[in-house]
């Protein structure tokens, strides 16, 4: 276990130490919730278009309640892992470029565990009608989970764990949307 994390710190400074300071505000940027509600404001538009407006109801019950479970799953795992974020990491402090720091503990991402977990959510619901959109939709995600190991707040397998639970998530939660939605429009 000690040499996955000497290895997971060792990438963690390789790309960590690939940033610089006229792209910093950038990163912030991608890595900022709040950017992105044009985005989610797209997304039920073509959910509203591909499903209708009872449909979408649904999907945003459980769009709503994965989101929580994501959320709060990685505030559990944060707690009871108490893994440092490598800007509280005094190992690292004099190595890394820090751009910005969050709470003590950063095992696992919450934000690449609520991307992935949107991206799969809506990959699973459109995939049929938008071939190239899973491609879009796990390329933002990547980006933004890269944007909180630039930033300095996330180890890569605190991405990698963020990520994977956020996909699982997601795809749970769009089958039993789909299961409620066929149901309920029959």
Known sequence: MQELIALD???FLFLNGLGNHTFDNFWLMISEKWIWIPLYMVFLIVLLRTYGWRALIYMLVFIALGVAVSDQLAGIFKVGIARLRPCHD?????????VEC???FGFYSAHASNTFFIA???????????GW???FLFLWAAIVSY?????GVHFPLDVLMGGGVGYLLGGLFAALSLKVINKKLI
């Not at 005094?90 to 820090?98: K, T």
């Not at 944007?147 to 930033?151: A, G, T």
């Open 9 to 11: 710190k060792e990438i």
């Open 90 to 98: 005094p190992i690292l402090e004099n190595l890394m470029r820090e």
């Open 133 to 135: 959109f899973p491609l």
């Open 147 to 151: 944007s909180r190991i630039y930033l």
């Open 120 to 130: 799969n959510f809506m990959t699973v619901m459109l995939k049929k009608k938008f």
């Open 102 to 104: 969050g709470g003590s």
